[in-house]
């Protein structure tokens, strides 16, 4: 809707322009040479630059000049000539520059949308759309980037279905949009690479600090900035029809699990360094078991959203808007977050935000689960 009101207003304003312009010509005409208010036209064909296609700027240009040009021939009787030629000349340099402001518009948009594809496409191969689905399991959220306009940052999410059972990941990088992307590639990457074939979730963490530590290195030599990442890691497998699960946080923010009803905070799993400063302890990380039942839901976030503020300088409160809303459906539940959690903010969220609101589906996918019978037993 947004879109056809835009576009339905480029098509009206060439013809709004050439209308105000006959209209003062026309003033110009019938009031006498006291009023000379043809000056003030050369406002149209500049308008016509900033907002409509080149033909339309041109026909308004042309509409200009022929009527400008008119009005100092023949409305201005006491003009000398050579005001007459500076008035002319003048209104052909008002279109030539209005013309030139066109194209250098028109070219500039173009190479924004050839640029705004191409990031746009990086960006999906990054972090997949939401919601995610992996086996049995779905998970709705959203993601802001602090950066205006950039589908991703510094916050990093992924599940995956793999011979051990559902593996889900939520990180958050040093920094905040575009300048923190590389170590969260690189981080991404390595958990999609070894929650296939790591048999725990300490050996996956374990990749992923060696694949951050690379990065690190390559990063110093070339002058830039080191970089570390939180990350809280969740397994769960299906044994003899019941759900055992894992978690291991490395230096993450708690996550909410929604039973019944009520929100609880849990810290499975924490007391590990974040990913990056693992060398700054001899304490190997090591995952705590948790036992989900059917009707779970987990909420994850990032500290871009219980750090966000309100005018008050108050930190967003995630639990008690949770416990407002557990009644509502996981899509629902993340919109309405979502909005709130914007007008808190008043739209000006300092850092990276991302929810993630996992569950498992009422009816699995079969197929899902016969790939993953079939991983498990090769």
Request: glycine residues 8%.
């Amino acid at each position: 809707m947004a879109a056809d009101r835009s576009t339905e207003s480029r098509r009206l304003a060439p013809v709004l322009l050439i209308l105000a312009i006959l209209v003062v010509t026309t003033l110009d005409a019938t009031t006498g040479p006291e009023l000379h208010i043809s000056a003030f036209m050369g406002i149209a064909p500049l308008y016509a630059a900033l907002r409509c296609p080149f033909r339309q700027t041109l026909l308004v240009a042309v509409v200009f000049v022929v009527c400008l040009t008119y009005v100092d021939i023949w409305t201005v009787p006491d003009w000398a000539p050579a005001s007459r030629v500076v008035g002319i000349f003048g209104a052909f340099l008002v279109a030539a520059f209005s013309l030139m402001l066109c194209r250098t518009r028109l070219q500039r948009e173009a190479l924004h949308a050839r640029t705004s594809l191409v990031a746009d496409t990086v960006q999906r191969a990054m972090l997949r759309e939401l919601p995610l689905s992996a086996g049995s399991v779905e998970a709705y959220g959203f993601y802001v980037s602090a950066v205006e306009g950039a589908r991703v940052g510094g916050d990093i999410y992924e599940a995956i279905d793999t011979p051990y059972g559902l593996r889900l990941m939520i990180g958050d990088v040093q920094g905040k949009g575009m300048p923190a992307i590389g170590a969260g590639v690189e981080v991404l990457a390595s958990f999609r690479e070894a929650a296939q074939y790591q048999e725990s979730l300490e050996s996956v963490a374990g990749r992923m600090e060696q694949a951050l530590a690379r990065y690190n290195a390559r990063s110093a030599e070339q002058g830039a900035d080191e970089r570390f990442v939180t990350a809280l890691l969740m397994e769960v497998r299906d044994t003899d029809g019941a759900a055992e699960g894992r978690v291991l946080s490395c230096g993450h923010i708690p996550y909410y699990l929604v039973r019944d009803g009520e929100v609880h905070e849990r810290r499975d799993g924490e007391g590990a360094l974040p990913l990056g400063l693992g060398a700054l302890s001899g304490e190997p990380r090591r995952s705590v078991r948790v036992h989900p039942e059917p009707d779970d839901w987990v909420v994850l976030c990032t500290d871009g959203v219980t750090e966000a503020r309100g005018e008050d300088g108050t930190f967003y409160p995630l639990a008690e808007r949770l416990a407002r809303w557990t009644h509502l459906e996981p899509a629902d539940l993340t919109r309405t977050l979502r909005a709130d959690l914007e007008d808190f903010a008043h739209g000006s969220l300092k850092d990276d935000a991302t929810v993630l609101v996992v569950r498992r589906r009422t009816n699995p996918d079969p197929d899902g689960q016969l790939s993953l019978a079939r991983a498990a037993a090769a």
